[in-house]
């Protein structure tokens, strides 16, 4: 868990270009700037690219915030 | 693009990871790069860690030239689009030198805001700055009809149909597929007519990708009134109607590279009406800025090529001719079929040269004699085998074909030589071989910028014409006098007004001509058309031939007429003619439209670029005398009714055309 919260936190520094930036569990994207409707299919399309998986359905559009993703992608991950 | 790092690269990337967390920059950007020599392409990752470290340090440069490294290092697209907001947040990048800036208008059928993002990052990679803007979601027709509308005020350039196969209105089956398609092509060329009208853009139209989902199956093909059927008509139909005045995305082609399952994934589609998956986006990006780039003249123009190893397998100084490989058997028919891969692009305009390290005697021999061989070597324009560094003999190369080293793609099997070239030379394009030579072929095919935006007899016809220049700078050491020179070439020109034959190669040498450019004004086809419609308007173009070749239409003039004064609106000539008094031939022509027209005096302008140093002395040679000077952009005149006509003394004028609608041969070619 620890290490795919430091991979997931590396996508948000590419996805928004900030080597700075800290993720947390209970974020959701009003906590993130310049997380729109173009930047959730930028992030959602890094994910499943670096992760090797594939969303399904709605999981593409919904996750309540970083917490339920990161279960997720644990649950999917192998 | 998967890369194995050798282990001194992973270990300069790990400790470069660790500076740059305890917040130690430089010395990260230090690790970084020790890291970056050790592979080429140098990975995207590593380009982007580069990218901020130098953004954070505030060397906005090397941050621009890392993110657009990106491009080089595959087609990732979540690593282009952060390099593409990278260099869009880098506050003064405009202070870079484009070669060429451009605007460019999205009018899409589908979500396109990614592909906007992208664009820049690929146009950057080759000197163009896009400015990009793109019609709202749904609104492309309306926008391209409505001449106020806003994508007609952002004034573009070029204006890209990015639509896709559900736009299309055929049914699934028609009784009347022949109405179907005509009526399809019709809403396609009504939409490129209302931009004709509308502004000077160039349409750029998406053709239509098959879907990977066929209900109809290997049936669909024998029906011409299936939509499958229609669409392969429509696709044909729409490169037939586009011929010069528009360019075609072959998006039925790339959606084949990349597999259709790939170009568009469903959920993406449903999600966000995604026609094209993102992950699509950077080839296409790719494919897009390459056409726009033949359009504004920055294709590549020379292919440059090693021998050993490269167009045959061994190393003919010490295989000899009998035993190096070339056709006979599997590993030799992959040299035979670069061989024809290349003769294609000769075919299409693009000059060959070798530069080799070699025996030039040993070099030569196997295009002289062997049995295989396709190239042979009156199809090299230049041909350079010697040992001296590749680096100097391509500066040669250029200098003897009069191109820019921005005109020339290098190709080595030798990672060492590649390289040495990259630093050395960093205009120059470099393509490495792969190490099996089966994927030569492919390999060449990749590089995409060989691209053209027209397709003329100059074209193909050009390393003939180059082979010429080549020879004569030879013949120039064995004459005396420059006099005696031009006499040697026995030179004839043909002068004609702009026509519709000569239009598309008119249209092309204003897009791309640089040096022996008196003003550079880069007229697009609409502006032309309006200047040959223009009764105060005297245009002409040159076509020369001499001893060697047939050098095609190499020059031209736009001048306009006001009362009793001629003003040159364009003035150019291609380069590979300069310095055989064309200049004198062109401006005898004018004269003789003068004397016609009764003008009395000759307006002259000089506009300054990075290129065109060579012609700023033109005008005073021929007797023209200064009149305004402003902010390095000069006004000539030249007082015909005092001076009299210019003289032409070295070549032969075959056919004046028609001067003032008359057919005059008036003027005589020498004294």
């Not at chain 1, 620890?2 to 930036?21: P, S, T």
């Not at chain 2, 609104?139 to 890209?160: G, K, T, V």
């Not at chain 2, 528009?246 to 082609?253: F, G, L, M, S």
């Not at chain 2, 402003?630 to 006509?645: L, M, N, P, T």
Request: hydrophobic share 45%; aromatic share 8%; charged share 25%.
């Amino acid at each position: 868990m620890e290490d795919l919260h430091g991979q997931l936190e590396q996508v948000f520094r590419d996805v928004f270009n900030n080597d700075a930036f800290t993720l947390k569990d209970e974020m959701t994207s009003r906590d993130v700037p310049g997380w729109d409707s173009i930047a959730h299919m930028n992030l959602m399309f890094t994910i499943e690219s670096r992760f090797g998986i594939q969303f399904v359905g709605n999981e593409l559009a919904d996750f309540k915030d970083i917490g339920e993703l990161k279960r997720y992608l644990a649950r999917t991950v192998e | 693009m998967k890369q194995s790092l050798s282990n001194e690269a992973s270990e300069a990337i790990e400790r470069g990871d660790r500076l740059k967390t305890a917040g130690e920059l430089d010395e990260a950007i230090c690790a970084y790069l020790v890291a970056a020599a050790h592979v080429y392409p140098v990975p995207a990752s590593l380009c982007l860690s580069l990218a901020r470290a130098y953004i954070r340090t505030n060397n906005v440069a090397e941050a621009i030239r890392w993110a657009s490294a990106v491009v080089d290092a595959g087609d990732d697209f979540s690593s282009w689009l952060s390099a593409a907001s990278l260099i869009e947040n880098a506050t003064n990048w405009k202070t870079e030198k484009p070669r060429r800036r451009s605007r460019v208008a999205i009018a899409g059928s589908f979500t396109t805001l990614q592909l906007r993002a992208i664009l820049p990052l690929a146009g950057f990679r080759h000197g163009i700055e896009f400015e990009v803007w793109e019609t709202p979601y749904g609104q492309y027709r309306q926008e391209l009809l409505n001449p106020q509308s806003a994508l007609y005020q952002s004034r573009p350039d070029f204006i890209i149909l990015a639509v896709h196969e559900g736009e299309l209105a055929l049914p699934f089956l028609s009784n009347d597929s022949e109405t179907e398609v005509t009526q399809e092509l019709d809403r396609w060329t009504n939409l490129w007519e209302a931009v004709a009208r509308h502004s000077k853009a160039r349409v750029i139209q998406f053709n239509f990708a098959l879907p990977a989902e066929a209900p109809l199956g290997h049936l669909a093909l024998r029906l011409p009134g299936s939509r499958y059927a229609m669409t392969q008509a429509v696709n044909t139909a729409l490169g037939m109607a586009a011929q010069t005045r528009v360019d075609i995305i072959d998006c039925e082609r790339l959606s084949a590279l990349v597999g259709k399952e790939r170009w568009c994934d469903p959920r993406y589609w449903h999600l966000s009406k995604q026609a094209v998956a993102l992950s699509a986006l950077p080839l296409l990006a790719r494919h897009i800025t390459a056409v726009i780039a033949a359009n504004l003249g920055l294709s590549r123009k020379v292919l440059v090529l090693d021998l050993d190893n490269t167009l045959w397998g061994g190393v003919i100084g010490e295989d000899g001719v009998n035993g190096i490989k070339l056709g006979g058997d599997q590993a030799g028919e992959a040299f035979v079929a670069f061989h024809e891969y290349i003769l294609h692009l000769k075919d299409k305009g693009v000059i060959l040269a070798i530069c080799s390290k070699n025996n030039e005697a040993d070099a030569k021999e196997p295009f002289e004699r062997h049995r295989e061989t396709r190239l042979k070597l009156d199809d090299f324009a230049v041909f350079v085998a010697n040992w001296e560094p590749k680096a100097d003999n391509l500066v040669r190369i250029a200098e003897t074909l009069g191109v820019g080293l921005d005109a020339i793609v290098f190709v080595d099997d030798n990672p060492v030589e590649c390289a040495a070239i990259r630093r050395a030379l960093p205009q120059v394009d470099v393509i490495a071989l792969p190490s099996d030579p089966a994927y030569y072929t492919r390999t060449l095919s990749q590089y995409l910028m060989f691209e053209m935006a027209t397709f003329t007899d100059e074209d193909a016809h050009r390393t003939e014409q180059y082979r010429a220049r080549t020879l004569a700078r030879r013949l120039e050491k064995s004459v005396s006098s420059l006099d005696e020179l031009w006499e040697s070439l026995e030179m004839t020109a043909t002068i004609e007004p702009f026509n519709e034959f000569n239009l598309p190669r008119v249209a092309q040498l204003i897009g791309k001509t640089n040096q022996f450019n008196l003003t550079t004004r880069r007229h697009g086809q609409a502006q032309i058309e309006a200047f040959v419609q223009n009764p105060d308007c005297i245009h002409f173009s040159l076509r020369l031939r001499d001893r060697f070749a047939d050098h095609g239409l190499v020059a031209l003039m736009i001048v306009l007429q006001q009362d009793s004064v001629f003003e040159i609106d364009t003035w150019l000539m291609s380069c590979r003619v300069i310095g055989r008094t064309v200049e004198d031939a062109m401006l005898a022509h004018l004269c003789a439209h003068a004397a016609q027209r009764g003008a009395t005096t000759i307006r002259g302008l000089y506009i300054p670029t990075a290129k065109n140093q060579l012609v700023k002395d033109v005008y005073s040679k021929f007797g023209f005398s200064i009149a305004k000077e402003v902010a390095g952009e000069q006004i000539w005149h030249y007082d015909f009714a005092a001076r009299g006509s210019i003289e032409n003394r070295f070549i032969k004028i075959a056919d004046q055309g028609e001067i003032n609608g008359r057919p005059s041969r008036a003027v005589r070619a020498g004294v």
